[in-house]
């Protein structure tokens, strides 16, 4: 049931689009060190957990079409952050891997993106994250 109460002055869009730059901002300064671009953060932090991904499903995991990612990937190769090969079993489709050095920035990426969500959202109660997370889903799943 959507709710009456919110008013035709907000969206959801603009203020998410709010949080973003936000966040953005706060992270690119705790990750200074690093010196990667916005970008660069999103395609390591989705790799973070070690396993390899093809250019379509990291794309689809950063929320990034695949031909934006090229670019992307071929900084963070450059960079000694990744490496790209085939897939065993179908040669077309490019996996993405993290080498050692792009582990360790996965690592501290995701590290740094999981104690900022945790500052900011830790006076919402459980039943407003569940909402969240719902509201968040239905925006990244909606129809062209």
């Known amino acids: 049931m959507k709710s009456e109460s919110v008013s ?4 959801a869009l603009l203020a998410l689009q709010r949080a973003t730059h936000a966040t953005l901002q706060v ?3 705790e990750l200074a060190d690093l ?3 916005p970008s660069e953060i ?9 396993r390899g991904r093809t250019v379509s499903e990291l794309g689809a995991a950063a929320g990034t079409r695949p031909t934006t990612l090229t670019s992307v990937l071929d900084r963070l190769e450059r960079r000694g952050h990744i490496t790209r090969g085939t897939r065993p079993g179908d ?6 891997e993290l080498t050692p050095s792009g ?9 740094a993106v999981t104690d900022l969500e945790r500052r900011a959202l830790a006076g919402l109660p459980d039943e407003a994250l569940a909402a969240l997370r719902a509201a968040l889903n239905a925006l990244t799943e909606v129809p062209s």
Do not use: E, H, M, P
């Not at 035709?8 to 969206?11: E, F």
């Not at 040669?91 to 993405?96: E, T």
């Not at 582990?103 to 590290?111: C, S």
């Open 42 to 50: 999103n395609a390591l932090a989705n790799l973070a957990d070690g």
């Open 27 to 29: 992270l690119a300064a």
């Open 8 to 11: 035709s002055d907000w969206s």
């Open 103 to 111: 582990l360790r920035a996965a690592t501290t990426i995701r590290q």
């Open 91 to 96: 040669r077309r489709a490019v996996l993405v």
């Open 35 to 37: 010196d990667l671009t």
